[in-house]
């Protein structure tokens, strides 16, 4: 990679970072844009996508766990579902083009629940409703988007979160609170069966671990509370719909 790349890449993985981290996700959808918009090589997406998740997300557990969000009895079985089907996930190497449209598809269902999130009612959803999942509904659930996170790079929760909150399951907090620690596992998971598969990781991801461990304590510590939200998310989806636009059409 050229050392403009790198620079760049660095510098958008902070701010991603420190975005998603404010409301409990790790960013792999953010990571991925910017290396799509940039054409990075799919055999260096995945695995940066992944490493990344993983500091991303234990700092956000680590602070939702601090401010009391502990949902850790309706975790078990969506996580018991998912890590293996993660690993098998990220053991599978698809075909570029095949790769190229997954992430692109997954990259334009983020920009539009990242456009919701953002512009939806916040008053219509009760922010303090403790998670309830069924057993029969939390183990195909978990494992079917275990297997999503681990083929296309991400921890889950941007799949995990609309089926919470479009379904009632879970408050905005509590789902938040959910999608970290679920991310965290479903990304450790993957990165095993990737790295398992190809032997790879890339050279520069010391230089972006420290970009996003800064951008991480600084999202979970703001909270979006002192940023404009509304504007940066919204930026934000637009990057990722040019991005997933550019890999299903290339």
Request: aromatic share 8%; hydrophobic share 60%; with cysteine.
């Amino acid at each position: 990679m050229e050392l403009l790349d790198i620079v760049l890449l660095t510098a958008a993985f902070a701010l991603v970072a420190s975005l998603y981290s404010s409301v409990g996700h790790a960013g792999a959808s953010g990571y991925l844009a910017c290396m799509a918009l940039l054409s990075v090589p799919p055999t260096v997406m995945r695995p940066t996508a992944l490493v990344l998740n993983v500091l991303a997300a234990t700092i956000t557990t680590i602070s939702f766990h601090r401010a009391g969000f502990r949902p850790w009895r309706p975790l078990l079985p969506l996580i018991a579902a998912s890590i293996p089907a993660a690993f098998v996930g990220g053991a599978i190497k698809p075909e570029p083009h095949i790769y190229q449209a997954l992430v692109g598809a997954m990259l334009l269902l983020s920009s539009a629940w990242l456009i919701y999130g953002t512009w939806r009612n916040q008053a219509a959803i009760a922010n303090d409703k403790a998670p309830s999942l069924s057993l029969l509904l939390a183990v195909p659930l978990g494992g079917a988007i275990g297997f999503l996170s681990g083929i296309t790079g991400t921890g889950g929760g941007i799949f995990l979160s609309p089926v919470l909150l479009l379904a009632g399951l879970a408050g905005p907090r509590w789902t938040s609170a959910m999608a970290a620690p679920f991310i965290l596992v479903n990304s450790i998971a993957g990165l095993a069966g990737n790295i398992y598969a190809t032997q790879f990781l890339p050279a520069a991801l010391p230089i972006w671990i420290v970009a996003v461990a800064a951008g991480a304590l600084l999202g979970s510590w703001l909270g979006a509370r002192r940023l404009s939200a509304k504007a940066i998310r919204t930026a934000l989806a637009v990057v990722m719909l040019m991005a997933g636009s550019k890999l299903l059409l290339s």
